[in-house]
């Protein structure tokens, strides 16, 4: 089974570092997706492991290509995905991996994770590996440890790398800093789904495909190309000297797939030749520190014994209107920057 099931329940059934370094670098699947596991623990006891993991198999890393796929609701994306991957398998002779996240309820924690039962050519493809996570969360349209998995992915042998986020409607910010190509998936009748985007999604793409072009659809699909390909030409050109297209495709016909993945192809060298993917590469490491830093920061603010004495009374008080989340905010923080020796407040 090319997929994974989900993280093991406080931190069982670990391997030694080696196994791990091994597995992964052989292509096994059932290691791979146990390696992913580990960086994905929020226990202690795995993040001394997982960073060596990193570290051991950071030299076979980098030699993907990583494509984030984002889109409105209902546009299909689980759909083109595993039109798309069985077109890279079939058609082109390469492996893939694919990134889903689900995005966890706010209000029980827990996600679908239904992925690999909507992709079900690439969930019984053997040169496929599938991994859904929750997005426990972390903002931005992906997993919170999905730049990690990707390195995973990458020393596994995989030559592509899928990244399927939440969706529109996010901050999709952070996909875009870990992938190469960055596309968004529309559906036709462009007038008023051109309102409904973001203009900062649309500053960021590196491609559009106009999904579900197919039957009674066909016309207005081809109507709803022209308009978003107009509406991008009044953005200003990108700095990597690409501009964006946009293509119409049915992943139901299997029709304009593989055009989108020439499109992919084509600004790949053109970003090579370049010296371009590089760079945006080290951008995107740039943004990957600045994230581990800020969760590292969260992690140890709410982990600090006073703030986490005090944070409870202290969001039943904001819940219910006797404090501002201001003097709230204000109270946590000078707990956690005060000495050890100093004992919280309590009310």
Request: with cysteine.
């Amino acid at each position: 089974m090319p997929s994974s099931s989900g993280p093991d329940r406080a931190g069982r059934g670990r391997l030694p570092l080696d196994q791990y370094v091994k597995g992964v670098l052989a292509g096994d699947r059932v290691v791979l997706a146990r390696a992913i596991t580990l960086i994905e623990s929020r226990l202690p006891s795995d993040a001394d492991k997982s960073a060596r993991l990193l570290d051991a198999i950071l030299p076979h890393t980098g030699q993907s290509r990583r494509i984030g796929i984002t889109g409105v609701p209902g546009v299909g994306k689980s759909t083109f995905i595993d039109a798309l991957g069985m077109h890279v398998i079939r058609d082109r002779g390469e492996r893939l991996a694919v990134l889903t996240v689900d995005p966890s309820s706010p209000i029980s924690g827990g996600s679908i994770l239904g992925d690999k039962t909507r992709m079900e050519r690439l969930a019984a493809e053997p040169h496929a590996f599938i991994r859904p996570s929750p997005a426990g969360g972390y903002l931005g349209g992906v997993a919170r440890r999905t730049r990690e998995t990707i390195l995973l992915c990458e020393a596994a042998g995989y030559r592509n790398v899928l990244i399927e986020t939440v969706g529109v409607g996010q901050s999709e910010t952070a996909v875009r800093s870990m992938s190469d190509f960055f596309l968004l998936l529309m559906l036709a009748g462009a007038g008023d789904e051109l309102q409904g985007i973001k203009r900062g999604i649309i500053e960021m793409i590196d491609g559009m495909a106009i999904n579900k072009a197919d039957g009674d659809n066909l016309k207005k699909a081809e109507r709803a190309r022209v308009e978003y390909a107009s509406a991008l030409h009044l953005f200003p050109p990108s700095g990597d000297g690409w501009t964006p297209r946009v293509l119409t495709c049915s992943a139901t016909n299997n029709t304009g797939i593989a055009e989108v993945w020439t499109m992919v192809l084509e600004h790949e060298a053109q970003l090579e030749a370049s010296g371009r993917i590089a760079e945006r590469r080290s951008r995107g490491d740039l943004q990957w520190l600045e994230d581990l830093i800020s969760m590292g920061l969260a992690e140890s603010f709410q982990a600090q014994p006073a703030v986490a004495i005090r944070l409870p009374a202290l969001r039943r008080d904001v819940l219910e209107g006797r404090v501002t989340p201001l003097a709230a905010s204000r109270e946590l923080l000078s707990l956690f920057s005060a000495p050890a020796s100093v004992p919280p407040r309590t009310k």
